[in-house]
């Protein structure tokens, strides 16, 4: 029987997720302001987005497996009252290493609570509903990570002088708590599925596999891709040996951390995954970038940066609602559209900044950015519906959190890697920052285009297999399902 508060549950998983997601980037816009107010050095700060960042990936796979293990109401609820209390720490704090060290405690929390909203849905949706419900999430994600400079400009408008840095995560707090009283009166209280003991030698090679990657990434700016590169090849041979110690435990008929069949069992997820790490080495990046262009070389406050961009976050809203309802009726197909409407809207974005006049550019480019969002919006949230339908929901949890890894290494490239081409172009071409923003968002674009491929030969295989994934299949009915 259905939960008839399913629902209201979902709304109070989709604000924590939002404000979890939020955090990612709405903090960029006040880097300059809390450097001056802790008299900090530029390295140090960087860390209060990167370190955040880190131990967000960091926790992600290993907290959706506690809960499968344990409960996920139970993870959900405590790593939401931790982030409340992280948000508050950070807005206290008095020094930079104070601050730093509550927002690598806030990333924990973070990621301990982002693999339950996929798992919830999986749990407490079926058929056509699930499909919808991934819809929401999915416009949660896409708007959060859009929206986030937006954001932050508009709390430092509110909250003018040296401290108003401090209500970027001031602001969690009621909204947590009231998330927090809400999830525990409304969320389902389903027992756990099959318990076993936590893989701590997985656990142990997947964090350090995880942070050698990305390590050299968060530490961009400061140069990590020339001092720490080998860290690169260091953390491939690290998730290569993981790869191989999940595969023996599952042999064993053991509980591995993330159980090797979700990729060679789970028909759609290996391919949902890759697809979704693709696509946010693009979507990440570019919102950088374009905070770049518009307040560095246009010189827009910051929220007249993030207004600029807004019609994107508009448009992939809007879209992501409607994806969910149609996913079950178009599937890949869904996304394959989408992918090649965003690829348009910021590729003409981006081709418009390089030949239109710089001072006039914003208002032309804002029907190409909600173009952009129309198609992303048919990205997220169709992908996550068809990454995770057939997944089993003993292990959506760490499948969901696996996910969302993938996701956040994306980023990480993309927040790197395209900013960092900003500077080079800005470098060789004497501050052209037309030039620059035009290269940089095309390179995000062709990553997109990577996810587009992988999109489009995983349509052509459903085709060819005769309709044997026929996007009307309820999700809710797979065999692996229940299993």
Known sequence: MNDPNRWRALWVTLV??????LDVTIVAVALPSMQRGLDASAAS??????GYALTFALTLVTAGRLGDAYGRRRVFLVALAAFVVCSAAAGAAPTIGWLVVARLAQGVAAG???PQNSALIQQMFQNAERGRAFGLFGATVGVSSAVGPVVGGLVLALADGPDGWRW???VNVPVGLAALLLGLRLLPRLGPGRRGGLDLPGVALLG????????PLVLAEAGGLIRLWWLFPVGLLILAGFARWERRVAA???DPLLDPRLLTGTRGYATGAALATLYFVGFSGVWLVFALFFQNGLGYSPLHSGLAVTPFAVGSAAAAAVAGRLVGRFGRSLTVGGLAAVMAGLGGTALLLWLAPAHGAAWPAAPLLLLGGLGSGCVISPNLTMTLREVPVRMAGAAGGALQTGQRLGGAVGTAALPGLFYLVLGSTHHDYRAAVALS??????FMLCALAVAVAELRRDRADGGSRAPERSPGRSPAAHR
């Open 252 to 254: 064993r008929d053991g």
């Open 208 to 215: 350090l596999g995880i942070l050698a990657v990305m390590l």
């Open 112 to 114: 301990s609570l982002a």
């Open 441 to 446: 968002v095309g390179s995000g674009v062709a």
């Open 45 to 50: 700060v960087q860390w209060v987005v990167s």
């Open 16 to 21: 924590a997720g939002f404000m979890i997601l």
């Open 168 to 170: 970027i995560f001031y």
